[in-house]
């Protein structure tokens, strides 16, 4: 009796927790289970990638292209970095990260950091940027040039972040 009953408390202490996480969080994703404070906030669920060839085939097959083409970019720019998984997302490293990118619903997220934002900015006014991020819509033309530039300059710089 003694066990069915501590058992029975066990499970309600971890519903309790679980409702209480829920509230605080705002909603748990049904398919990981992670908390967050926005309902259907976007996030990553399962699984993370190893590789950068499992990260660009995690991604809906819409977005498969724009990401390739991107890597292949950043790799014809700089083919002396090396590729892994940083932050969830493919980054270009060589003894730090240079350079990372990865896919969302509407754009491909480039962050090469601060400065190259900075140092760019003037050629980035036809996209939406921030500190050190750039978002590249798939609603136009790659601008696969541009951010080979910004991956070059990145690189030579040693702009780390």
């Not at 002396?80 to 270009?92: G, L, R, V």
């Amino acid at each position: 009796m003694a066990d069915r009953e501590y058992e029975r408390n066990s499970v309600e202490r971890e519903e309790n927790a679980i409702r209480k996480e829920t509230e605080a969080a705002g909603w748990i994703c049904p398919d990981c289970g992670r908390a967050f404070k926005k309902k259907n906030q976007s996030h990553y669920c399962g699984k993370k990638p190893e590789t950068v060839d499992e990260y660009i085939a995690a991604q809906p097959k819409s977005v498969q292209p724009f990401l390739k083409q991107v890597r292949d970019a950043i790799r014809e720019a700089i083919p002396d970095a090396q590729e892994k998984i940083s932050w969830s997302m493919p980054t270009f490293w060589k003894g730090h990260n240079i350079i990372h990118f990865a896919g969302f619903k509407n754009h491909v997220g480039l962050y090469p950091g601060e400065e190259a934002v900075k140092e760019f900015s003037e050629r980035l006014k036809d996209y939406k940027f921030s500190k050190g991020s750039i978002q590249f819509p798939y609603s136009k033309p790659m601008p696969l040039e541009l951010i080979g530039e910004i991956a070059r300059w990145s690189y030579e710089t040693r702009n780390d972040h």
